[in-house]
């Protein structure tokens, strides 16, 4: 099993600092997270947290597009992945999200998936001018575009909310960015096992990532991918903290472990402690994962 580290509790003023720190220490990847604005008021409920703790974090926090974090940090990197966890994909046009995808994809030399999800928040897609209602229709159409879009070669689109003729997109990378699909829903699982390249939870906990991987794999025997060798299962326990609790996860069938490994009353500017627990889970964790 492999690791990643969350970056939504650290100031993106130290991105760089903590990229090179957990690249020396073994981490796999690093993931952060996506919000385009902070919307006064919103309509909507937070589905894995209580939303008005959400809220406050949402408006004390500061956020980086994740396609200029990712390009700042796989600059001062040689080995280290990426990957936005999760970006809002169908509020974004397709055509350009894919150009930005594919072509941090080429400088990087291959190093950036993909986490594709939709949005909580009526107010991203409103505000966007892009219909809430039929989000779902629209995140299909998204991912299927992006597919095509990273072959380099010539396609064309006939979707009931995206309609073009022929183009090509290059450079693209030798291989297709992975795409890792987010959500704890049936139709987020369901997307997951039908077009995605992995799947990816939000924070949860043993027993809720027992039942999600088990009704992702069901999904994924029903779209015949089960057998995919290279389909990646993140998953984030914040509990999990010693080296059994992540062994347990492995054991689950996570193929990667996300998470915060400092403690959480340390404060976002906090360098000095952020990079001693990179560090130190390293040594005491990553080093001795069998």
Same mark, same amino acid.
């Given at each position: 099993m492999?690791?990643?580290?969350q970056l939504g509790f650290a100031s993106y003023r130290h991105y760089m600092d903590i990229a090179r720190a957990a690249e020396k220490a073994g981490w796999d990847s690093l993931s952060m997270p996506d919000s385009l604005f902070y919307p006064q008021a919103t309509?909507?409920?937070?589905?894995?947290a209580d939303t008005d703790a959400i809220r406050g974090y949402l408006e004390q926090s500061e956020f980086i597009e994740p396609?200029? *974090?990712m390009a700042s940090m796989a600059a001062v990197t040689t080995r280290l992945r990426f990957y936005p966890g999760v970006l809002k994909v169908p509020v974004r046009q397709p055509l350009i999200l894919a150009k930005s995808l594919t072509s941090l994809a080429v400088m990087s030399g291959g190093r950036i998936s993909l986490g594709a999800g939709l949005s909580p928040w009526k107010e991203d897609f409103v505000y966007n001018g892009v219909n809430f209602d039929k989000r779902g229709e629209i995140m299909d159409e998204c991912l299927e575009i992006l597919r095509a879009a990273m072959s380099g070669e010539f396609f064309e689109y006939h979707g009931r909310h995206f309609d073009?003729?022929?183009l090509r997109m290059r450079p693209v990378p030798e291989h297709p960015v992975p795409i890792l699909v987010g959500g704890h829903s049936k139709p987020a699982l369901r997307r997951a096992a039908r077009l995605g390249d992995g799947w990816a939870s939000a924070n949860t906990d043993l027993e809720t990532l027992r039942s999600l991987v088990s009704q992702l794999n069901g999904f994924r025997a029903e779209y015949g991918t089960l057998d995919r060798a290279d389909y990646e299962i993140h998953g984030i326990d914040f509990s999990a903290r010693t080296l059994d609790d992540f062994r347990r996860l492995r054991d689950l069938g996570l193929t990667h472990a996300g998470l915060v490994p400092w403690d959480m009353s340390c404060g976002p500017d906090d360098k000095? *402690?952020?990079l001693d627990a990179i560090r130190r889970f390293g040594d005491e964790v990553i080093a001795r994962m069998d």
């Open positions: 492999k690791f990643v580290l309509e909507s409920d937070y589905p894995y396609f200029v *974090a073009f003729g022929p000095l *402690a952020q």
